[in-house]
């Protein structure tokens, strides 16, 4: 039988209690990116290649063991993953124990409302009619962004995955906001957005689901800093964004609808990764949106083991933010006062 989503609010949703209270706020420990080398040497130096899938998002390293990293390179790896927003690895040797490790060494695991174990979720195969009302399954989200303080860095390892289907396709958040026109760009600084979890408390019930939190709805800013790259990011998110709060319901839901058809569009800002049992997708929450592109295979061929960690409460510096553009043109304006002085300056993309 074809799996079936609804979030009604039915009895089972009513006298449903969740046993957790909710989470309250909190300021994370500096992020590592922070003590990574701003040149990776150490990182780098291992690789055998370095490669960026797309101009925007997304870079392969190869010859690289995620299990064998020293403290230096863990720190430029998040400094990469934070302005690539996505860094892929095949062939890892990693077990489940090294990776909790791992997610523990960047900061305090993150726990799904819906997830079991407390250390990582088990993703599974995306199958059924993706296209019915109030299946978002096969739609655009970053991790569950309707907590106060939503993922950061988020480690993904297929165990194993069918021969063709469930790939992966990311989108880059600093690119969204970057080709939105000035006039969109000064509209949507300062608003929020409110993310909940609604819908999928009511649908984790209705399907047979336990979570341990009530749901939440949170209000964060629709454009955001982001802490390390200093960048203006969209903190635009369709699963979970029920609107915006300072707008009119009208003008909330036409909002609404341009971001996900702004999104949908953007084919150059994204990168589709294909995965192969053993490999790693570790992206930065707060720079991507993500989605498992579902149906098509055998679900029961796809698994995962997915961890993270809480990052820092959403938000907005204008005064010490830039755009992805402004950031070309600063860097490119000063490599030319460089190359003037005689001096060399990093790739415009990085920070
Ligand atoms: C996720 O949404 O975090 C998992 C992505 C996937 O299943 O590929």
């Known amino acids: 039988m074809a799996f079936q989503v609804t979030t009604e609010l039915s009895p089972a949703v009513f006298d449903y209690k969740p046993p957790n209270p909710p989470l309250k706020e909190f300021v994370p420990s500096r992020d590592r990116a922070f003590f990574g080398d701003p040149e990776k040497a150490s990182l780098l130096a291992q690789a055998s290649a370095v490669d960026n899938l797309t101009p925007y998002v997304g870079t392969e390293l190869k010859g690289i063991q995620l299990s064998r990293l020293t403290d230096a390179q863990k720190d430029e790896l998040a400094l990469l993953v934070a302005e690539r927003g996505v860094v892929f690895f095949r062939d890892q040797d990693i077990t489940l124990e090294q990776q909790h490790a791992l997610a523990a060494y960047y900061g305090i695991q993150d726990r799904d409302p819906n997830q079991q174990d407390p250390r990582h979720v088990t993703i599974v195969g995306r199958e059924g009619n993706i296209r019915a009302y109030g299946n978002n399954s096969g739609e655009f989200h970053s991790d569950h962004s309707f907590e106060v303080n939503p993922p950061s860095y988020t480690l993904l390892r297929m165990v194993k995955t069918p021969p063709d289907g469930g790939d992966t396709i990311y989108a880059s958040q600093a690119a969204l906001y970057d080709k939105l026109s000035p006039t969109f760009q000064k509209t949507f600084e ?121 990052g820092e409460r959403p938000f907005w510096d204008p005064d010490n933010s830039e755009s992805l553009s402004q950031r070309i043109e600063r860097l490119q304006s000063e490599k030319g006062e460089n190359r003037e002085n005689g001096i060399h300056s990093q790739s415009v993309l990085n920070n």
């Open 190 to 310: 300062g608003l929020h957005a409110i993310h909940s979890s609604d819908r999928g408390y009511a649908a984790s019930i209705n399907g047979g689901g336990s979570p341990h939190r009530a749901p939440i709805n949170t209000s964060h800013p629709l454009v955001r800093t982001h802490p390390v790259t200093r960048l203006k990011i969209l903190n635009y998110n369709p699963w979970f964004i029920t609107r915006i709060a300072e707008l009119n319901a009208q003008e909330s839901n036409h909002i609404l609808a341009f971001l996900r058809e702004h999104l949908l569009q953007a084919d150059d800002l994204t990168v589709r990764w294909r995965w192969t049992a053993g490999a790693v997708a570790f992206w930065d929450n707060r720079a991507i949106v993500h989605k498992a592109t579902p149906g098509g295979y055998d679900v029961t061929l796809r698994e995962g083991k997915r961890t993270a960690i809480f």
